[in-house]
């Protein structure tokens, strides 16, 4: 019943580090995303993929990058963060793309922080 | 550009009486909608959902309503309890100009429900 995981909890930062924020499923779900939550937006979509070799572009996908090499893993990289990158990200997949069963399972979450 | 808006950041309930939670949005082309909770240090989970060709749709204590024409809906929980408290989120996905159904849910910024016993 893992469901989906995101490694690690929390990460602290220095602006210009790299990191790979990590995201794994077990439920065989096409679908991928990730988002990130700040106070007053709510959710904001970074990046997604329907499936293992499709990517694409959400609301707010500066500074970040995505691959899809497997139907279970879905990674983001940040390749310099910036202060601006400090937020809490979610992970989450589904089944299909489609609306019909559009109900979203997410991972519980990282914590980061930029300084 | 929001285009799903709760435009109460909380509300406050008593146990045992109604919370309402209110959702607007923009875009003409959702046409599923669903309703996420959160608690803390915690990720979204699903809640209700509702599609476009229904004005209603009740899963035991709660209850959500669709008015497409004014863009509206709302999470109705009846009664409230402690354990409901927690952050609300509305999100809706819809098809493209195309006619093409898409899955990409737009979040709206939230509620934070407080029922206190």
């Known amino acids: 019943n893992a469901g989906v995981t995101q490694t690690p909890k929390f990460q602290v930062l220095k602006t210009g580090q790299s990191m790979t924020l990590q995201c794994a499923q077990d439920m065989n779900h096409e679908y991928m995303s990730w988002y990130r939550q700040d106070p007053g937006m709510g959710l904001r979509l970074i990046h997604y993929?329907?499936?293992?070799?499709?990517?694409d572009q959400g609301e707010v996908p500066n500074g970040y990058n995505v691959s899809r090499s497997t139907t279970e893993d879905f990674p983001l990289r940040l390749l310099s963060a910036a202060p601006s990158q400090t937020s809490v990200y979610f992970c989450?997949?589904?089944?299909?793309?489609?609306?019909?069963?559009?109900?979203?399972?997410f991972g519980q979450g990282t914590r980061l922080t930029v300084v | 550009d929001q285009q799903v808006k709760q435009n109460s950041p909380s509300l406050s309930v008593q146990e045992g009486r109604i919370s309402i939670l209110n959702c607007d949005y923009t875009n003409s082309m959702f046409d599923y909608f669903l309703w996420y909770k959160k608690y803390p240090a915690e990720g979204p989970t699903f809640l209700i959902s509702?599609?476009?060709?229904?004005d209603k749709n009740e899963d035991g204590r709660f209850t959500v309503f669709l008015n497409k024409s004014a863009k509206h809906l709302s999470l109705h929980i009846v009664p409230s309890q402690p354990g409901d408290s927690a952050v609300y989120f509305c999100a809706a996905s819809g098809v493209n100009a195309g006619g093409t159904s898409y899955g990409k849910l737009t979040f709206g910024q939230g509620t934070i429900l407080t029922v206190h016993p």
């Open positions: 989450a997949s589904k089944r299909t793309l489609a609306p019909l069963n559009t109900e979203a399972f």
């Open positions: 509702i599609s476009s060709i229904k």
């Open positions: 993929s329907v499936g293992a070799g499709i990517t």
